[in-house]
């Protein structure tokens, strides 16, 4: 089969769970019996567990002849495991270092308590990453680069569909050295790959041996300890070109077999041929794809991987103390299309390399008081009611004094939210004008046109990340000055020149129902206080 972007590739697979194995008797070179279960090969050696629950660790040459050809079958088979999570359940991700042609994204989707948040595709953003539940499609002469933040690089061909079905990794310690010089995995990892349709090229680095990789196919599954390789996938065929390494084959009639360095294998439904020799030329195209994968990553560092990794980790709500118990909501490291706003502010790809927390109601007279031993507010005071009435530095003023009082990771500080950050968790992952639509619904938030006045944090529905009136009730102060949006990705934007004017958002109950919008930009004087006018918190890494 001739791949559509020039090379030879294979494979096959169906996703299939692996049951324990049986108990059989087991001989020894010199003749003695056991009966046990087969646990695990390590390296030279295997463990085994009898019936007691008695384990034992033998070298694999102590076996009968039979025996180790059990031992490598079964061995074989244990690659295809369906993988479970570690016990800190923690995420690795995709990241898309360059595409072609057009190619597109199908995020995770995101949940509201039990309510699943489906996305929609759009076009795919360079240096984005994408967890587990993330599909990509390519076009026609369309291809794209990945790069796994367990180091190991992909490269999807045109017209195919790969679902990042399961990546769940350790994390790691960040360092400037490249991923072009890893030679093994950052830290333990569990994946799992949906190639549907279409091509694949894959340089997997050398794995822990906690770790699993797997390659499901409508026909097979590929089992992979860590090697480079091509795949060519559809509903009934599949073709695999072992460029280096080993990879570990099960066909359709969960027969295993082993491919090495310099073979190739074809499947279908019916089952696998015959392990044939790699001809010279595919040697050749398979090698070019993994030199343009490894170029594409080229800039990337452990330490984009171990944020990555960090931010993409299980956390629980964060909880000032010090603030009447205020909570903050963790968002994890993503990329969104921000505005647009204006002939000077066009809607822009932004990525954010790093998480962060931010509050999940804006901050409140009582928790203002609290922190600072003074209420600003005068008129529609209430323990409950945003705190308004504050200049910009007087919420910085508030943050800082937190970030003194509080026990804070290290490196990380409260600090007002940028405004890429602030629409970010507003959007949600939508891409809507507002987080439930295009267009204004007086159930889901306060405008001009509501006529309700200032309402108390948590009266409105939250949006699909659980924040609360990120839309009306009061505008909020950002960290950012004024500056016209570029064209182009910008990456972590921070706009810290002092300036005269100053981004605040989410508009107020006073405000025309546009000016509310996820993307709407207002720029009030540097020294503006007005009674609509609050904050929310941000705690994140140092700016």
């Not at 059990?70 to 991700?93: D, I, W």
């Not at 509903?235 to 460029?243: G, P, R």
């Not at 170029?295 to 909880?319: C, F, H, M, Q, W």
Request: charged share 20%; hydrophobic share 35%.
């Amino acid at each position: 089969m001739k791949l559509p972007f020039p090379i030879f590739a294979l494979f096959l697979f169906c996703k299939l769970c692996i049951a324990e194995e049986d108990f059989r008797t087991w001989t020894s070179s010199d003749g003695r019996t056991l009966e046990a279960r087969f646990i695990e090969q390590v390296g030279s050696y295997v463990r085994i567990k009898n019936e007691a629950g008695r384990e034992f660790t033998l070298p694999i040459t102590r076996f009968s002849q039979a025996d180790q050809e059990y031992v490598v079958e079964v061995a074989t088979r244990a690659l295809f495991q369906t993988p479970e999570p570690f016990e800190n359940r923690g995420k690795g991700a995709i990241i898309i270092t360059s595409a072609k042609g057009k190619v597109s994204v199908v995020p995770a989707p995101h949940y509201s308590g039990p309510q699943e948040v489906k996305p929609v595709a759009r076009d795919v953003i360079i240096g984005e990453p994408l967890p587990h539940g993330s599909t990509i499609l390519t076009g026609a002469n369309s291809e794209a680069d990945l790069l796994l933040t367990t180091g190991s690089l992909a490269r999807v061909g045109p017209n195919s569909k790969l679902v990042l079905s399961a990546f769940w990794q350790n994390d790691f310690r960040a360092s400037v050295k490249k991923v072009t010089d890893l030679k093994e995995e950052t830290s333990p990892s569990r994946v799992v790959l949906k190639l549907e349709m279409g091509d694949l090229v894959v340089d997997v680095k050398k794995l822990n041996k906690e770790s699993s990789f797997m390659i499901e196919s409508p026909v097979g599954v590929a089992g992979i300890r860590g090697t480079k390789f091509g795949l060519s996938a559809n509903s009934d065929s599949a073709e695999l070109a072992v460029l280096e390494g080993r990879v570990g084959f099960l066909d359709a009639n969960q027969k295993a077999k082993s491919v090495a360095t310099a073979q190739k294998v074809a499947g279908s439904a019916n089952g696998a041929g015959e392990v044939d020799a790699l001809p010279e030329s595919e040697k050749l195209e398979l090698a070019k794809a993994v030199a343009n994968s490894q170029e594409s990553a080229s800039d990337y560092d452990l330490t984009r991987l171990a944020n990555t990794v960090e931010g993409l980790a299980p956390k629980l709500n964060y909880i000032v103390k010090s603030a009447l118990k205020m909570e903050l909501i963790w968002c994890p490291p993503g990329s969104f299309i921000m505005g647009p706003d204006g002939n000077d502010s066009p809607a822009h790809p932004v990525l954010l390399t790093q998480g962060f927390y931010l509050g999940k109601y804006e901050v409140t007279q009582a928790e203002y008081e609290k922190v600072m031993g003074v209420n600003p507010v005068t008129e529609n005071k209430g323990a409950k009611l945003p705190v308004t009435g504050i200049g910009w530095r007087n919420a910085l003023s508030f943050c800082e004094s937190l970030s003194s009082k509080e026990r804070v990771p290290k490196g990380w500080k409260f600090t007002l939210p940028s405004e890429a950050q602030w629409e970010y968790a507003c959007r949600a992952g939508t891409t809507t004008r507002y987080s439930w639509g295009n267009s204004f619904d007086a159930r889901l938030a306060s405008s001009q046109v509501t006529n309700v006045g200032v309402v108390e944090v948590g009266s409105y529905p939250p949006n699909p990340w659980g924040f609360f009136e990120m839309h009306g009730n009061v505008s909020e102060f950002t960290f950012d000055w004024y500056h016209p949006y570029p064209n182009g990705l910008v990456i972590d934007p921070i706009v810290d020149k002092i300036g005269a004017l100053q981004i605040r958002r989410g508009g107020n109950y006073n405000t025309p129902s546009i000016n509310t919008s996820s993307s709407h930009r207002n720029k009030p004087d540097t020294g503006a206080k007005h009674q609509r006018l609050g904050f929310r918190l941000c705690l994140a890494p140092a700016r």
